[in-house]
T-cell receptor, first 109, second 110 residues
Framework: QKEVEQNSGPLSVPEGAIASLNCTYS??????FFWYRQYSGKSPELIMF????GDKEDGRFTAQLNKASQYVSLLIRDSQPSDSATYLCAVNTGNQFYFGTGTSLTVIP | SQTIHQWPATLVQPVGSPLSLECTVEGTSNPNLYWYRQAAGRGLQLLFY??????ISSEVPQNLSASRPQDRQFILSSKKLLLSDSGFYLCALFTGTGLFFGSGTQLSVL
């Protein structure tokens, strides 16, 4: 399977701070990129997707993509305790979607 | 809107027993469907995907198999479960903007 690498963490940030999550991928043919949030024992939920180089903002979330460096990141502004979860990076090539192992985020009140 | 039905939510099976997990979707036609497994503390492993009836692509050699007998039905099976088959099994469909997951089945093989 294609490689998708994430720092497993745990990452801890205080409430109101910016959380920065990073992901690298091995397949230069990857076409689109996704960030999912997964609470313990639950299925992943899509937060954002990005196709083009640069930044994409949606509320408190910003996804950043650099295809030359094969790097995608997620910034969470004004982090809230409810953001505490595991964040999964996923890449898409053709019909296949490959996931990283996830980064555990804890937001401390 | 699209809906995925997965059942049961939890399942405990002895080693060597068979397995059949069913996933049905509503609100879409001819979807791309996926089976993933998530072992404890691990990421999602793509097991199978299907782009249409009878069309199955396998990602990882294992003792699991998949079938798609109907457009909106995707079945994961095993003839004999192994301890290593324990995990959280998720069915997903491609919505055009990403994968949408069902609620999953937590399988424990003892």
């Amino acid at each position: 399977q294609k490689e998708v690498e994430q720092n497993s963490g745990p990452l801890s940030v205080p409430e109101g701070a910016i959380a920065s999550l990073n992901c690298t991928y091995s397949d230069r043919g990857s076409q689109s990129f996704f960030w999912y949030r997964q609470y313990s024992g639950k299925s992943p939920e899509l937060i954002m997707f990005i196709y083009s180089n640069g930044d994409k903002e949606d509320g408190r979330f910003t996804a950043q993509l650099n295809k030359a460096s094969q790097y995608v990141s997620l910034l969470i502004r004004d982090s809230q305790p409810s953001d505490s979860a595991t964040y999964l990076c996923a890449v898409n090539t053709g019909n296949q979607f490959y996931f990283g192992t996830g980064t555990s985020l804890t937001v401390i009140p | 809107s699209q809906t995925i039905h997965q059942w049961p939510a939890t399942l405990v099976q002895p080693v060597g027993s068979p397995l059949s997990l069913e996933c049905t979707v509503e609100g879409t036609s001819n979807p791309n469907l996926y089976w993933y497994r998530q072992a404890a503390g691990r990421g999602l492993q793509l097991l199978f995907y299907s782009v249409g009836i009878g069309q199955i692509s396998s990602e990882v050699p294992q003792n699991l198999s998949a079938s798609r007998p109907q457009d909106r039905q995707f079945i994961l099976s095993s003839k004999k479960l192994l301890l290593s088959d324990s995990g959280f099994y998720l069915c997903a469909l491609f919505t055009g903007t990403g994968l949408f997951f069902g609620s999953g089945t937590q399988l424990s093989v003892l």
